[in-house]
């Protein structure tokens, strides 16, 4: 009797590149990733939830902060982050949140990001204005990517409509290719440090 393996669910660190040559934003880091660690010690991510983390934020970020000609960040480094308290435990390490840190809140209430944090950089006055005027424009295009579009009317096993429904929800699907993996997020905020 062959036993079957469950890999272990895990969280990781993947890396992206910009793959423009302009701009200054060369790497972003995203910690936090769902993935999994197979039987032979390699850790991976599905290639569905990289996309969605790519498409959703890592190049939504690349584009804007070529569009920004006072934006001169070079690395982020991005964790994927719950505001809900009773989920206190993190398998991955995060930093602590204080006062200093700049808070933008999602304009949207539909948004399933609510929050972006970004880690204080010590700037004062002219300076930091300056900064936080930037991370607001780059990060502020993030939260409408996070909209779930309506929900399909449910099927009901023998209604005659069950063939124009299901034609529906699969147009629903196609619409939004990410919208199961944003119903089921479990952060609803990023924490991201600029360096």
Known sequence: MTQSYEPEKIFLEIGFRSPESEG?????????????????????????VQRFFDDLIVRRIFYQSRQLPDCNF?????????????NERYEYAVPQLD???????????????????????????????????????LFNPLF???ILPPEPPSI????IFSPLLKFVEN??????SYSNLKRNLFFNALIIQID
Not at 74 to 81: A, F, H, M, P
């Open 144 to 146: 409408p990517k996070f």
């Open 171 to 176: 147009i629903h699907d196609n619409l939004d």
């Open 99 to 137: 006062s200093r840190d700049l808070e933008i809140s999602s304009n949207n209430p539909l948004s399933k990001l609510e929050k972006i944090y970004v880690l204080d950089n010590g700037l004062t006055n002219a300076e930091y204005q300056r900064w936080k005027k930037t991370a607001e424009q």
């Open 156 to 159: 009901e096993a023998k209604s």
């Open 24 to 48: 200054s934003l060369r790497t972003i880091e995203l910690l936090g990733v769902p993935g999994e660690k197979l039987p032979n010690g390699e850790c991976v991510v599905n290639q569905k």
């Open 74 to 86: 070079e690395y982020l480094k991005i964790w994927l982050y719950s505001t809900d308290t009773s």
